[in-house]
C-alpha cells in the first residue's frame, strides 16, 4: 500500500496521512522525506516536492516542477531545500518549497538519484548516472557553495557503483555511501 505513516507510540499504530492525494495524478510513488528545523515535513515524490507544516494532516503541492519525479531532499544549514530529480538535475528552494530553480552548473547530467547535507563541512552530495558509448557512468558529485557549482569526488569509489544512499555523522562529519558492491566511508 502506498502512502505515508504516521506513528504517535513508538510504531504501535500507524495513522495514515496521506489521504490528501485525492485525484492528483501526478503522485503516485513517495520516495523520501527530511524534516526542517521548523518541523515542516518536506516528502519527495512523483510529481514533486510536497510539504507539510501541521505533521501531515494537510499537504501542499508544490507551485512549479508538479511533474517531477524526485529520487532524494535534503536541508541545507540555511533552511535551503535540494531535491534530486530524474530529468532536472537538483533543484533548490529558499522559499519553503514554494518555488524550485535548477542549479545544475558542473553536472554533467541531469539523471541525480540520493543527496545529502553535511552539517559539519556545509557540503552537499549528490550521486549521478548516465549513459555514453552504451556504457552506464556513475558519480559523485560535491557542492561547496549551496548548489551554486558541483564536482566530481569520487576518489575511492568504485567506476561501475551507483550510489543508492548516504549517511552522515552529524558529529564529526564523517560520510557514508551505500551502492551496488558495497558501503564506502570517507576518511573524517
Known sequence: MRGIYYSSNNADAWVDKSSWLGDNHHVSYFTSFTMGADGTLYVGTSGGVCRSTDGGDT????????????RGV????????FATTVREGVLKST???????????????????????????????????????SKYHYGVY?????????????????????ISGFAVNHNTGQMFASGFDGVYRSRR
Do not use: C, H, M
Open 59 to 70: 499537504w501542499l503541492l508544490p507551485s512549479n516542477y508538479d511533474d517531477v519525479y524526485i
Open 74 to 81: 535534503t536541508i541545507s544549514g540555511d533552511g535551503s531545500i
Open 95 to 133: 522559499d519553503s518549497g514554494d518555488t524550485w530553480t535548477q542549479v545544475n552548473n558542473g553536472l554533467p547530467i541531469e539523471d541525480t538519484y540520493k543527496i545529502i547535507y553535511n552539517p559539519i563541512t556545509n557540503d552537499i552530495f549528490v550521486s549521478t548516472s548516465y549513459i555514453s558509448d
Open 142 to 162: 560535491r557542492s561547496t557553495n549551496l548548489g551554486v557549482s558541483w564536482e566530481l569526488t569520487n576518489a575511492g569509489l568504485l567506476a561501475n557503483d551507483l
